[in-house]
C-alpha cells in the first residue's frame, strides 16, 4: 500500500468479504485486522477480494513481517538508485542538446528504462486504481510520464524521417524525471517504516523465549507459550523475567528501567509484581505467573506502539487529497480538449497537440517535490543544529503543540545518581572503610559513593567478612568491628535517636556506621541538567503548558519539578498511564508533544501528536520519535518549534503556488484563448512552464537553509 486510498480499498474489500464484521487497516505497518464469524468466514475468500483489489496479502504464521518490510524497502531502495542513476544524465543531456537528433536517441535510451523499469510501481498502481474507479497520485504520475514518453518517441521518428536541422522537441527528460522525484519521496518514507519496525522487533526481543517450569520440585526448561497463568517459574540472577508474576520465594533487586525508566534498581520481596522484559540484577526467586506471554505489560507495549503509530499516521497527505479531485479533473480536461479542437476545425494534430499540453503542464511534479524539498532544506538546517527530523507532518504538527508532557529521568535530569549532600555525626568517619565496602558493590549507589571519595582515600582496606544484601545494602567486619553501609533497616532503632524523621523524604539516603550507632548519612539525587530550567521558561513564554510525566517516587519528582518551575506533576506512571495521560488530554482537544529518553516512553510517544527523543535515549525511542536531539540539549526543542512554525509556512506557499500554476495554466494549455487571440501553447513551452513550477518551489524551499 502506497497511500491511504490503498488502505481504504484494502479496508472495504476486506469488510466486504462473507463472516468479516469488522476490518481495520494500519497503514504505519501494513497490517489487516479483522474480527469474523468463525462458521461463515474463509481466509482464501479474504485473499482473493483483496487480490482482485490490486493487492495480496500474508498470513503472518507463514512469514516474517520485518523481514517483509525489509525486502519493500530494498527493492524500492534498488528502483530509486536506478532512476536517479538514469535521470541525471538524461536531464544532463535534454539541458544541453535538447535538438540535437544523436541526443533525442540518447535520451529515448535513458528514458526507457527509468519510465517502465523504476516507473512501473506507479503504471501498475495506476492500473489497479483504474479498475477500481480509485485514483490517486499514482494514476496522475502514470499517465504524465507514459503520454510524455510516446509522444516523444512518436515526435523522435517524425525527426528521425525528416531532413529538417530543427527538429521537434522531445519531452523524454520530464516523462523520467517525474519518476525519479516521486520514488525518492517514497523511499525516505518506505525507510521510516522500516526503521519503526525493526525498533519493535528489538522491543520485543526482550521477551524470553524459555522459562524454568517449576512443578513437583521439579525444574524443566519449556517455551514461554506453554506456560499458563498459575504456574510457578524460576528466575536465576542475571536473566530477563520472561512473564509477568507475582514473587513467591526469595528477595531480589530488579532492574525496571525499560518500563519505569528510572535508574534506581527495586528492591522485591514476595507478594511483589515483576514484569516481562525487566532483569533480575539480585539473587534467584520463583515468580507465580499471572500474564500468558501474549498479555504482558511488555506484548501489550509492542501492540499499543503500533496501533498508536498507525492512528497517528494522517489520513492521506494534501497532494492525495487534491488529486482524489484534481486527478479525474485533469483527465476530463484532456479529453474535451481533444474533442473541442476536433469540433472547432477538425485538425487532429491541433487536437493532440493541446491534449499533450495539457497533460504535461499537469504534471505533478512541483506538487511533489512542494514536501520533500522543503523538507531536505528544512533537516539541512536542523542537523546543523543537532535536531533530527523524519517528517514534514512532525514539523506541522510540532508548530500547533500547547501541551509539553517530559520524562524525568534522563530527559530533564541526567539519569544517573549523584551525592548532593554528605552529613557527619562523628568527627572521624572512617571513609576508607565506606570505600572500601562499595567498591564491592555493583549498584549505582555504590558507584557514585566510590566516585565522590575517591580523592579523599589513599588505600582501600582489607576485610574479613563481606556481605551484600540485595535491597538492603553491605555489611562488613574489619578488625573484629561489624560495619553497615545501606538502608535504616540495617541498624538497630536505638541509632536513629536525635536524627531527624524527614531525612528520607529529600532523596535516597544510604547511612553508614556500626549497627547501634549511625556515624552519619549520605542523600543521592539526579542531577538537573543545567539548560532544563530555561527550556522549562521558554515553554511557558510561548503559551506551551508542561507537565512531568514520571515513573519515578512522588517526593523526588516534586523536588525536581518544583526546582524547574514545573506545576504540573504525575509520578510512579507505568507506561501505558503515561499514554493515558496523553490520550486525556487529546481528548480535551490538546495538541501534546511527548519529551522522552527509555523505551519505557515509546508507548506515549507513539500516542503523542509529536514525539521527541534524547540523542542518548534507547533505540526504539528514538525510532518512534518524531524528532531526536543529538547533542541531549533541550533547548533545541525551542529551536525545532521555531523552524517548524517557517518549515510549515514554506511547504504551504509551494502547495499553494504548484496547485495555483495548474489551475492558472491549464486552461491556457487546452487552447481557450485560442479563438481571441490565435495563439496555442507549445508543448515544449508547456514543459518549460512546468519546470520553472518546479524551480520556483525548490527556491523557496532553500529559504529554509537559513
Same mark, same amino acid.
Given at each position: 500500500?502506497?497511500?491511504?486510498?490503498?488502505?481504504s480499498? =484494502?479496508?472495504?474489500?476486506?469488510?466486504?468479504?462473507?463472516?468479516?464484521?469488522? /476490518?481495520?487497516?494500519n497503514?504505519a505497518?501494513?497490517?489487516?485486522?479483522i474480527?469474523?464469524d468463525?462458521?461463515?468466514?474463509?481466509?482464501?475468500?479474504l485473499?482473493?477480494?483483496?487480490q482482485?483489489?490490486?493487492?495480496?496479502?500474508?498470513?503472518?504464521?507463514?512469514?516474517?513481517?520485518f523481514?517483509?518490510?525489509?525486502q519493500?524497502?530494498v527493492?524500492?531502495?534498488?528502483?530509486?538508485?536506478?532512476?536517479?542513476?538514469?535521470?541525471?544524465?538524461?536531464?544532463?543531456?535534454?539541458?544541453?542538446?535538447m535538438?540535437?537528433?544523436?541526443?533525442?536517441?540518447?535520451s #529515448?535510451?535513458?528514458?526507457?528504462?527509468?519510465?517502465f523499469?523504476?516507473?512501473?510501481?506507479f503504471?501498475?498502481?495506476?492500473? %489497479?486504481g483504474?479498475?477500481?474507479?480509485?485514483l490517486?497520485?499514482?494514476?496522475?504520475v502514470s499517465?504524465?510520464s507514459?503520454?510524455?514518453?510516446?509522444?516523444?518517441?512518436?515526435?523522435?521518428?517524425?525527426?528521425?524521417?525528416?531532413?529538417?536541422?530543427?527538429?521537434?522537441?522531445?519531452?523524454?527528460?520530464?516523462?523520467g524525471m517525474?519518476?525519479?522525484?516521486?520514488?525518492?519521496?517514497?523511499?525516505?518514507?518506505?525507510?521510516?517504516?522500516?526503521?519503526?519496525?525493526?525498533?519493535?522487533?528489538?522491543?520485543?526481543?526482550?521477551?524470553?523465549p524459555?522459562?524454568m517450569l517449576?512443578?513437583?520440585?521439579?525444574?524443566?526448561?519449556?517455551?514461554?507459550?506453554?506456560?499458563?497463568?498459575?504456574?510457578k517459574?524460576?528466575?536465576?540472577?542475571?536473566?530477563n523475567?520472561?512473564?509477568?508474576g507475582?514473587?513467591?520465594e526469595?528477595?531480589?533487586?530488579?532492574?525496571?528501567?525499560?518500563?519505569?525508566?528510572?535508574?534506581?534498581?527495586?528492591?522485591?520481596?514476595?507478594?511483589?509484581?515483576?514484569?516481562?522484559?525487566t532483569?533480575?540484577?539480585?539473587?534467584?526467586?520463583?515468580?507465580?505467573?499471572?500474564?500468558?506471554?501474549n498479555?504482558?505489560l511488555?506484548?501489550?507495549?509492542?501492540?499499543?506502539?503500533?496501533?498508536?503509530q498507525?492512528?497517528?499516521a494522517?489520513?492521506?497527505?494534501?497532494?492525495?487529497? =487534491?488529486?482524489?479531485?484534481?486527478v479525474?479533473i485533469?483527465? +476530463?480536461?484532456?479529453?474535451?480538449t481533444?474533442?473541442?479542437w476536433?469540433?472547432w476545425?477538425?485538425?487532429?494534430?491541433?487536437?493532440?497537440?493541446?491534449?499533450?499540453?495539457?497533460l504535461?503542464?499537469?504534471?505533478p511534479?512541483?506538487?511533489?517535490?512542494?514536501?520533500?524539498?522543503?523538507?531536505v532544506a /528544512?533537516?539541512?538546517?536542523?542537523?546543523?543544529?543537532?535536531?533530527?527530523?523524519?517528517?514534514?507532518?512532525?514539523?506541522d504538527?510540532?508548530?500547533k503543540v500547547?501541551?509539553?508532557?517530559?520524562?524525568?529521568?534522563?530527559?530533564?535530569?541526567?539519569?544517573k545518581?549523584?551525592v548532593?549532600?554528605?552529613?557527619?555525626?562523628?568527627?572521624?568517619?572512617?571513609?576508607?572503610?565506606?570505600?572500601?565496602?562499595?567498591?564491592?558493590?555493583?549498584?549505582p549507589?555504590?558507584?557514585?559513593?566510590?566516585?565522590?571519595?575517591?580523592?579523599?582515600v589513599?588505600?582501600?582496606?582489607?576485610?574479613?567478612?563481606l556481605?551484600?544484601?540485595?535491597?538492603?545494602?553491605?555489611?562488613s567486619?574489619y578488625n573484629g568491628?561489624?560495619?553497615?553501609?545501606?538502608?535504616?533497616?540495617?541498624?538497630?532503632?536505638?541509632?536513629?535517636?536525635?536524627i531527624?524523621?524527614?531525612?528520607?523524604?529529600?532523596?535516597?539516603?544510604?547511612?553508614?556506621?556500626?549497627?547501634?550507632?549511625?556515624?552519619g548519612?549520605?542523600?543521592?539525587?539526579?542531577?538537573?541538567?543545567?539548560?532544563?530550567?530555561?527550556f522549562?521558561?521558554?515553554l511557558?513564554?510561548?503559551?506551551?503548558?508542561?507537565?512531568?510525566?514520571?515513573?519515578?517516587?512522588?517526593?523526588?519528582?516534586?523536588?525536581?519539578?518544583?526546582?524547574l518551575?514545573?506545576?504540573?506533576?504525575?509520578?510512579?506512571?507505568?507506561?501505558?498511564? %503515561?499514554?493515558?495521560?496523553?490520550?486525556s +488530554?487529546?481528548?480535551q482537544?490538546?495538541?501534546v508533544a511527548?519529551?522522552?529518553?527509555?523505551?519505557?516512553?515509546?508507548?506515549?510517544?507513539?500516542?503523542?501528536?509529536?514525539?521527541?527523543?534524547?540523542?542518548n535515549?534507547?533505540?526504539?525511542a528514538q525510532d518512534?520519535?518524531?524528532?531526536?536531539?543529538?547533542?541531549?540539549?533541550l533547548?533545541?526543542?525551542?529551536?525545532?518549534?521555531?523552524l517548524?512554525?517557517?518549515?510549515t509556512?514554506i511547504?504551504?506557499?509551494?502547495?499553494f503556488?504548484?496547485?495555483?500554476?495548474? =489551475?492558472? *495554466?491549464?486552461?491556457i494549455? /487546452?487552447?481557450?484563448?485560442?479563438?481571441f487571440?490565435?495563439?496555442q501553447l507549445?508543448?515544449?513551452i508547456?514543459? #518549460? #512552464?512546468m519546470a520553472?513550477? *518546479?524551480i520556483s518551489?525548490?527556491?523557496?524551499?532553500?529559504?529554509?537553509?537559513?
Amino acid at each position: 500500500m502506497s497511500c491511504a486510498a490503498c488502505a481504504s480499498s =484494502v479496508e472495504s474489500m476486506a469488510a466486504s468479504t462473507n463472516g468479516v464484521k469488522e /476490518a481495520r487497516v494500519n497503514f504505519a505497518t501494513h497490517q489487516l485486522w479483522i474480527t469474523y464469524d468463525t462458521y461463515k468466514f474463509s481466509p482464501d475468500e479474504l485473499k482473493k477480494n483483496i487480490q482482485a483489489a490490486g493487492y495480496d496479502i500474508i498470513w503472518s504464521e507463514q512469514a516474517d513481517p520485518f523481514d517483509i518490510r525489509r525486502q519493500e524497502y530494498v527493492k524500492l531502495l534498488h528502483q530509486t538508485l536506478v532512476a536517479f542513476a538514469l535521470a541525471i544524465p538524461l536531464m544532463i543531456v535534454g539541458m544541453l542538446w535538447m535538438h540535437e537528433h544523436w541526443a533525442q536517441w540518447i535520451s #529515448a535510451l535513458l528514458a526507457t528504462p527509468l519510465v517502465f523499469y523504476s516507473g512501473r510501481v506507479f503504471h501498475l498502481k495506476s492500473f %489497479k486504481g483504474l479498475k477500481t474507479l480509485t485514483l490517486g497520485m499514482d494514476v496522475l504520475v502514470s499517465m504524465s510520464s507514459l503520454v510524455a514518453y510516446f509522444y516523444s518517441v512518436i515526435v523522435l521518428f517524425i525527426n528521425f524521417q525528416s531532413n529538417s536541422h530543427h527538429s521537434v522537441h522531445v519531452y523524454f527528460e520530464p516523462a523520467g524525471m517525474i519518476i525519479a522525484f516521486i520514488l525518492l519521496g517514497k523511499t525516505l518514507e518506505e525507510r521510516a517504516r522500516y526503521k519503526a519496525s525493526v525498533s519493535l522487533r528489538n522491543l520485543m526481543q526482550l521477551q524470553e523465549p524459555y522459562a524454568m517450569l517449576v512443578k513437583d520440585n521439579i525444574h524443566e526448561r519449556v517455551p514461554v507459550s506453554l506456560i499458563n497463568c498459575g504456574d510457578k517459574i524460576l528466575v536465576p540472577k542475571g536473566t530477563n523475567f520472561p512473564l509477568d508474576g507475582v514473587i513467591t520465594e526469595g528477595v531480589t533487586t530488579v532492574d525496571e528501567s525499560m518500563i519505569t525508566g528510572e535508574f534506581m534498581p527495586l528492591d522485591k520481596k514476595p507478594g511483589d509484581r515483576v514484569f516481562a522484559g525487566t532483569r533480575n540484577q539480585g539473587s534467584s526467586v520463583i515468580i507465580e505467573v499471572v500474564h500468558l506471554v501474549n498479555e504482558t505489560l511488555l506484548a501489550v507495549m509492542v501492540q499499543r506502539i503500533q496501533e498508536a503509530q498507525g492512528s497517528k499516521a494522517p489520513a492521506q497527505q494534501l497532494a492525495d487529497k =487534491v488529486s482524489a479531485v484534481f486527478v479525474p479533473i485533469i483527465l +476530463l480536461i484532456a479529453i474535451f480538449t481533444w474533442i473541442g479542437w476536433m469540433l472547432w476545425n477538425g485538425s487532429f494534430e491541433n487536437a493532440i497537440y493541446s491534449m499533450v499540453a495539457v497533460l504535461i503542464i499537469s504534471c505533478p511534479c512541483a506538487m511533489g517535490l512542494a514536501t520533500p524539498v522543503a523538507i531536505v532544506a /528544512a533537516i539541512g538546517n536542523a542537523s546543523r543544529h543537532g535536531i533530527l527530523v523524519k517528517n514534514a507532518a512532525a514539523f506541522d504538527r510540532l508548530s500547533k503543540v500547547n501541551y509539553f508532557v517530559i520524562d524525568k529521568t534522563g530527559t530533564l535530569t541526567w539519569g544517573k545518581p549523584q551525592v548532593a549532600e554528605v552529613i557527619w555525626k562523628v568527627d572521624k568517619p572512617a571513609l576508607e572503610i565506606l570505600y572500601s565496602m562499595e567498591l564491592h558493590a555493583d549498584h549505582p549507589l555504590a558507584r557514585a559513593i566510590v566516585s565522590y571519595f575517591k580523592s579523599s582515600v589513599s588505600h582501600p582496606v582489607t576485610f574479613s567478612e563481606l556481605t551484600i544484601i540485595p535491597g538492603e545494602g553491605i555489611t562488613s567486619v574489619y578488625n573484629g568491628i561489624t560495619y553497615v553501609a545501606g538502608k535504616s533497616t540495617l541498624f538497630q532503632p536505638d541509632a536513629f535517636q536525635n536524627i531527624h524523621s524527614e531525612i528520607e523524604k529529600k532523596g535516597t539516603v544510604v547511612y553508614f556506621g556500626v549497627p547501634q550507632r549511625i556515624f552519619g548519612w549520605i542523600i543521592f539525587e539526579d542531577q538537573v541538567k543545567p539548560e532544563a530550567r530555561e527550556f522549562i521558561e521558554q515553554l511557558h513564554r510561548k503559551q506551551i503548558k508542561v507537565i512531568m510525566a514520571t515513573g519515578d517516587q512522588e517526593i523526588t519528582a516534586r523536588n525536581i519539578a518544583q526546582r524547574l518551575g514545573i506545576h504540573q506533576v504525575y509520578a510512579g506512571l507505568l507506561p501505558n498511564e %503515561k499514554a493515558t495521560l496523553i490520550q486525556s +488530554l487529546q481528548k480535551q482537544g490538546a495538541k501534546v508533544a511527548m519529551v522522552g529518553d527509555g523505551i519505557n516512553d515509546a508507548e506515549s510517544m507513539a500516542r503523542a501528536d509529536v514525539s521527541i527523543a534524547m540523542g542518548n535515549g534507547s533505540d526504539v525511542a528514538q525510532d518512534v520519535a518524531d524528532i531526536t536531539l543529538i547533542k541531549n540539549d533541550l533547548m533545541k526543542i525551542v529551536k525545532a518549534i521555531d523552524l517548524s512554525k517557517k518549515t510549515t509556512r514554506i511547504i504551504r506557499q509551494n502547495l499553494f503556488w504548484a496547485f495555483g500554476y495548474n =489551475v492558472a *495554466s491549464i486552461p491556457i494549455a /487546452a487552447g481557450m484563448f485560442y479563438p481571441f487571440t490565435g495563439w496555442q501553447l507549445n508543448p515544449m513551452i508547456a514543459a #518549460a #512552464a512546468m519546470a520553472f513550477s *518546479s524551480i520556483s518551489v525548490v527556491l523557496n524551499s532553500l529559504r529554509l537553509r537559513s
